[in-house]
């Protein structure tokens, strides 16, 4: 579906990055626009795990190593 742009280093900052915000929004009780803007750690998540970005596709970055043909 998506080309893979994401690569290794990428995408475990992004896992971490997004895991810690789901994690600080469920272990966190507070209320309001800040505590549910944590919600945004779904997004770097999901393209940690599927290795591709949206962004990235429209902007022409990739940070996946060249494949050698």
């Keep these: 579906?998506?080309?893979t742009n994401v690569g290794?280093?990428?995408r475990v900052l992004r896992f971490v990055l997004g895991a810690a915000l789901l994690v600080w929004f469920f272990l966190d009780r507070?209320?309001?626009f800040w505590h549910y803007a944590k919600l945004i750690g779904v997004v770097p998540l999901a393209t940690s795990l599927l290795s591709t970005?949206?962004?990235y596709s429209i902007?022409?970055?990739s940070t996946c190593p060249?494949?050698?043909t």
């Design 1 to 3: 579906m998506f080309a």
């Design 8 to 10: 290794t280093v990428d």
């Design 30 to 32: 507070g209320e309001g």
């Design 53 to 55: 970005c949206p962004l």
């Design 59 to 61: 902007l022409g970055i």
């Design 66 to 68: 060249m494949k050698k």
